[in-house]
């Protein structure tokens, strides 16, 4: 008897540290494909983009149609930084007009119709961006900023509200001035 137990306790010690260590493997290379995701680099070729249009009708995004570069703007209705970026936000639009065409995409696939209705933007936002595109481009982080050539090429990308060192990197790219982001206390 004494012997059989410890039998099953062994095996049951066993199975549970093979289990832990599954658990432990999927939880490494979980935060490996968010290290890997990271950003996309310069020069990476980004595919047309297919998405939702706020009233529902389908566009693409083609980056040919101008002699200017796309931006893509990323950006969640629940992302706290994406609120506070509204301002600098807004002012960069006006100001890039004649220099790039600005594009607001929604990663999030709930209420975005709400959140521009609440804050309307001065340019095209579209939402419901495909998962492999989502993966493809490396896309998790709100906001993010992307510059893609007339010929779908990455040219600039950055992650974060214009604030700091992306601020001065964004006003310095473009030519611009943004005003300081004043965060509530």
Known sequence: ????????LLVFSIGLNVFQYQKLDKFKSGNDREKKRGSLRVGETIPTISAVQLDGSLSKIQYSDSDFPTVLYMFAPKCSWCQHNLSSLKSFSGQIKNKANLIGISLAYVGTNEYIQENPLPFQVLK???????????????????????????????IGAYMGNTKSEIESYFDVQLPEIKLER
């Open 128 to 158: 419901d961006i495909p998962a492999d595109v989502f993966e493809l481009m490396k896309l998790g982080s709100t906001p993010q900023t992307i510059v893609i050539s007339p010929e779908g090429k990455v040219l600039k990308s950055w």
């Open 1 to 8: 008897m004494y012997k059989s137990s410890l039998l099953i």
